[in-house]
């Protein structure tokens, strides 16, 4: 058995809605050959794995594969670590080191990386927020990675988006970081991300290149998971 916390992750004001995600904080109890069948089995759109909390080594799993470098997991992860007392800096996934910053009275957690450790979305903009908001999936059936978006108020930077990722086993995508950041670093401007069935994602173009996204983490349950 394994202790698996079960976060959301860009929840809004009021902390519903947000992305599922598990995180085994003590990563040792699960094998790493294991790792990618757990992370099938709990069917979250991806499974953190935290192999040294206090340097931050993380790995991340869909249902189907391997990321090294994912939005609402390392949220998610420094979240749990500062609130667990493993307040970190940096997390280290495969791809690098993502720096962590809390914001005010620590109601927000962000993330920040290189939008090209991204998975490659396509960026698709679409001419309304209701024509986003309609969809009934991902449009001719593909299934690459799709981020469908829209202005809901350009003015302010508001955007309303869906995200569908059918070939790695997540299906539509609550709330997606890693394609915020691709987002607001192809805008060049700071956004408020309105995803899925009520998300809320805050990113922000940074000047070296990165760009970094963060949001509000609520904690569900603790539980054991066999493995």
Do not use: K
């Amino acid at each position: 058995m394994a202790s698996l916390h079960v976060l959301r992750v860009f929840c809004d004001e009021t902390g519903e809605h947000g992305n599922p995600l598990g995180v085994f904080l003590a990563g040792v109890e699960v094998p790493s050959e294991r790792r990618q069948a757990v992370a099938h089995e709990l069917g979250f759109s991806e499974t953190v794995f935290v192999d040294d909390a206090a340097r931050g080594e993380i790995q991340i799993f869909t249902p189907g594969l391997e990321l090294p470098f994912a939005g609402h997991p390392t949220v998610g992860a420094a979240w749990l670590l500062a609130r667990e007392g493993d307040v970190v800096e940096v997390l280290r996934p495969p791809a690098g080191e993502v720096a962590v910053r809390r914001g005010a009275e620590g109601e927000r957690t962000f993330v920040a990386a290189r939008p090209e450790w991204s998975p490659p979305w396509e960026l698709i903009e679409l001419g309304s927020a209701a024509e986003v908001e309609a969809l009934d999936g991902p449009p001719g059936g593909r299934e690459d990675e799709i981020y469908l978006w829209a202005w809901a108020d350009e003015e302010t930077g508001v955007v309303r988006s869906r995200c569908f990722s059918l070939a790695d086993g997540v299906g539509e995508d609550e709330a997606t970081g890693s394609a915020a950041l691709m987002l607001t670093a192809a805008l060049h401007r700071p956004l408020t991300i309105r995803q899925g069935q009520g998300s809320v994602l805050y990113a922000h173009p940074l000047s070296d290149g990165r760009a970094e996204v963060g949001g509000r983490v609520v904690l569900d349950e603790v539980r054991e998971h066999l493995i």
